[in-house]
């Protein structure tokens, strides 16, 4: 995850950024008298996300 912020004066802005990856597998194995069953699966994905803005005060006076 990376994030950064910056401020000048009344106005402030920032962003971030995450990512992520994976990889899985497996492995079965059955034996019977009746049967043999093998199998296998796997897996792999990945995500990236991110967000970002900005602020300013706003004042109010009556």
Same mark, same amino acid.
């Given at each position: 995850?990376?994030?950064?912020?910056a401020?000048? *004066?009344?106005?402030? !802005?920032?962003?971030r950024?995450? !990512? %992520?990856a994976g990889?899985?597998?497996g %492995?079965?194995?059955?034996?019977?008298?009746?049967?043999?069953?093998?199998?296998?699966?796997? %897996?792999? !994905?990945?995500?990236?996300?991110g967000a !970002? *803005?900005?602020?300013?005060?706003?004042?109010?006076?009556?």
């Amino acid at each position: 995850m990376t994030e950064a912020r910056a401020e000048y *004066g009344h106005v402030g !802005g920032y962003g971030r950024l995450e !990512g %992520f990856a994976g990889v899985e597998g497996g %492995f079965t194995a059955k034996a019977t008298k009746e049967e043999v069953t093998v199998g296998a699966k796997g %897996f792999a !994905g990945g995500k990236l996300s991110g967000a !970002g *803005g900005a602020k300013r005060p706003v004042s109010v006076s009556a």
